[in-house]
């Protein structure tokens, strides 16, 4: 059984189901179909179960492929079998997953994917049905998870484990890793990190009822505990159950189907692990009401069963699918899919790029997609008709600096064009800094007596900065006030180097824990009330990064002083100073005039896309540093960093007008970039610009008029523009009295 009965009694008595009745029909009516059972009627062994699937390969090579999943705690292998049209080749389709008693003792879900593999295979290409799922869906059917357990008749390992209380789990054990857990468990899950598993069911003998999402929630408490897809898991439930006619006529569950928390909650299931973890929907199949059903009734539940299993795996082929690729060379991406306002991801397969999002409800979805190094792209109003499939595939964009990026030597005040690839339906933001990977170290003791705006907190209660306790000076931060059941959080971005800090615990230990977080990464979990000040260090890559400490509390008790302290958080900060080169380029363009002005050995430059309404995409920085040298400062003509009257005389000595040049070598100051081999009036108006003397104009030149402003010119603009200004104000206050305007918004 899915074994909830071994940790709490069942909510609901079995009285008035008549199952011995309505078994005794159903094996009348197989009686009259295919006569009586054979007497030497028996479960498979475990040596048939690896020969029977063997089997199926060596007779249908092109579509089925055996596979050892790894061994058991006794050394047993744990097989499955792959189906599919062009087995063993990575397709743009959803991977799906049968697998059965993980409990030992419950051991009809195995003959049913026994019988499942074979009906697939010797029906392939004759059965239009059978053909299609096996043509759109690669299939994997692990028939015996616990091997040992089975050949012990238990539902345990070998070790005594209950494989279904072993997973991964948010609220009693969070680490998505193999390590510390069943050798059994281990191999599904590393079986199933090298695949992205759209669809899946594990099947369990015990009752009879299709048991959904989630089986477990902060509390532990047996409640209805609703996924963010809780429509949608109801939908495929019903696919399973609405075809097996003594699971829907049930009298226990409505529909024979439940939600699992709401029956009653476990720990460590593998449904939640799937659809938590892997982005993988999974429903828990109990097929029958006793644990090991007569060998002689296998054919009966076959019967029962059959077009359950085809309809639940045709589910998988709804919603919204498709392909996310590189939009510049159009290779595969493994992304993140998120349909806005659902708190679930799901992932591409990265080999294909594909991926599959169910979807019931017919409705409009918007969709984020996410990959590592590349802009987010949101789609918005995918529109999706339940029970049908949306193809909408999707092209994710990188900004790339082209040049400089990293090892040119430029020279001051000279024009080059700053290059970058990037999505061409996107404007750009374009900057450098002199100052590259330049960092210092910075120790935060919350001495200020509040916390800083790079701070921020949330969850139940704000954390805060106090002098209750502190391990060095006279505040430490302190997460906030909860009670039981509830979470408070600080959150604070770091640049890549050395991060360290001092924490104090004082809790309920066992229960009441402090965990911290790199990028969502769980790196000290801990509680208790005999912890003294201890101390964390690590570092990180150079990178942004979030650190995020927590305090959360459980359903009762408090012990201590029932908080965590932090203190003496020590970091590495960047000194870097960003300046714009291009504020915001046209649609498109990917490169832009810059005229570095400042020599110096330590230049970066640095683009990012523009989406419109404030959206951007993430920056793309030159690789290395670069160096500007000094060069010739343009209309400098006697080299002393200045333009002022000695440049100007040399200007006027040196003007050629339009056509006149090529101009001397010591005239070459006076031909400004673009240059074209002339001094002429373009030129002039550049070294009106390029004027440095900020106490006197340059004097007229005849030849040239004064485009540009002098400084006194100026001065006369903005007069102009003030007495302009006072004016209309003047006649605005006349007109508003006039007309008996009031309030802001009156204008004119």
Request: with cysteine; net charge negative; charged share 20%.
């Amino acid at each position: 059984m899915y074994s909830r009965l071994t940790t709490s009694p069942r909510p609901v008595a079995r009285a008035g189901r008549h199952s011995s009745l309505r078994a005794a029909i159903v094996v009348l009516s197989l009686w009259t179909l295919w006569g009586p059972m054979p007497a030497s009627a028996q479960y498979h062994t475990y040596p048939e179960i690896g020969s029977e699937l063997l089997a199926a390969q060596a007779s249908y090579p092109s579509i089925c492929q055996r596979h050892d999943l790894g061994s058991s705690g006794q050394g047993r292998s744990i097989w499955a079998i792959c189906i599919t049209d062009n087995v063993g080749v990575e397709e743009d389709e959803p991977e799906f997953k049968y697998v059965s008693t993980m409990h030992g003792n419950e051991p009809m879900g195995m003959e049913l994917c026994l019988k499942l593999v074979e009906y697939l295979t010797t029906n392939y290409g004759i059965d239009p049905r059978v053909t299609n799922i096996v043509d759109s869906v690669e299939l994997w059917i692990v028939p015996l998870m616990n091997p040992d357990g089975y050949i012990a008749d238990t539902r345990y390992n070998a070790s005594g484990i209950d494989l279904n209380r072993n997973f991964p789990d948010p609220f009693t054990s969070p680490e998505n890793t193999p390590d510390g857990r069943a050798v059994e468990t281990g191999v599904i899950m590393n079986w199933s990190f090298d695949h992205s598993f759209t669809l899946s069911a594990n099947y369990h003998g015990g009752e009879l009822v299709v048991n959904y999402p989630f089986d477990n929630n902060e509390t532990g408490s047996s409640v209805y505990t609703p996924t963010p897809d809780d429509e949608m898991f109801i939908w495929i439930s019903k696919e399973y159950s609405q075809h097996n006619q003594p699971m829907w006529d049930s009298s226990i569950f409505d529909y024979g189907i439940t939600n699992g928390a709401d029956w009653y909650a476990i720990s460590g299931g593998m449904q939640d692990w799937s659809y938590r973890y892997m982005g993988c929907n999974e429903v828990t199949i109990e097929v029958s009401e006793a644990h090991t059903p007569g060998a002689g009734e296998i054919p009966t539940f076959w019967s029962q069963n059959r077009e359950s299993m085809l309809a639940y795996i045709e589910t998988c082929l709804t919603g919204v699918r498709g392909i996310v690729t590189n939009g510049a060379t159009g290779e595969p991406l493994a992304a993140t899919v998120t349909v806005i306002g659902r708190d679930h991801e799901v992932y591409t397969d990265p080999d294909v790029g594909d991926y599959h999002r169910m979807l019931y409800l017919t409705d409009t979805y918007d969709l984020t997609f996410e990959a590592e190094g590349y802009d987010t792209a949101v789609e918005y109003d995918v529109p999706v008709t339940g029970g049908d499939i949306t193809v909408w595939d999707v092209e994710l964009w990188r900004t790339n600096v082209s040049y400089p990026n990293g090892g040119e030597s430029l020279t001051a005040f000279t024009e080059i064009d700053v290059t970058w690839t990037g999505n061409p339906d996107a404007n750009f933001q374009v900057q450098y800094t002199p100052d590259a990977d330049q960092i210092s170290t910075v120790v935060d003791g919350f001495e200020t007596g509040v916390l800083h705006d790079s701070y921020q907190t949330g969850g139940d209660a704000y954390w805060s900065v106090t002098d209750s306790d502190s391990y060095a000076g006279d505040y430490a931060a302190r997460a906030g006030t909860i009670g039981h059941t509830e979470t408070t959080w600080m959150t604070r971005t770091v640049e890549g180097g050395d991060v360290s800090f001092w924490y104090r615990v004082s809790s309920e230990s066992g229960y009441d824990y402090f965990r911290f977080y790199v990028d969502d990464d769980l790196m000290i979990e801990t509680s208790g009330t005999s912890l003294g000040w201890r101390d964390y260090s690590t570092t990180l890559s150079q990178e942004p990064h979030e650190l995020k400490w927590e305090y959360s509390k459980d359903i009762n008790t408090s012990s201590g002083s029932d908080t965590v302290w932090i203190d003496e958080l020590e970091f590495t900060a960047s000194d870097m100073i960003w300046t714009d080169i291009e504020p915001l380029t046209e649609l498109g363009v990917t490169s832009t005039p810059w005229t570095p002005t400042e020599p110096g050995t330590a230049y970066k430059v640095r683009a990012r896309s523009y989406y419109g309404t404030g959206v951007y995409g993430e920056w793309d920085e030159s690789d290395t540093v670069f160096t500007v040298e000094a060069g010739p400062m343009p209309g400098d003509f006697d080299g002393d960093m200045e333009v002022n009257y000695s440049d100007y005389v040399d200007f006027v000595n040196c003007f050629t007008g339009p056509g006149g040049g090529p101009v001397d070598p010591e005239c070459e100051p006076g031909d400004f970039a673009p240059k074209d081999g002339d001094v002429d009036c373009d030129d002039w108006q550049k070294f009106l610009l390029a004027w440095t003397d900020t106490q006197h104009d340059p004097p007229e030149f005849a030849q040239c008029p004064n485009i540009i402003p002098t400084v006194s010119q100026w001065g006369l603009v903005v007069m102009t523009l003030l007495i302009w200004t006072a004016g209309t104000v003047v006649i605005g206050i006349r007109h508003r009295g006039a007309y008996g305007l009031q309030g802001k918004g009156a204008t004119l």
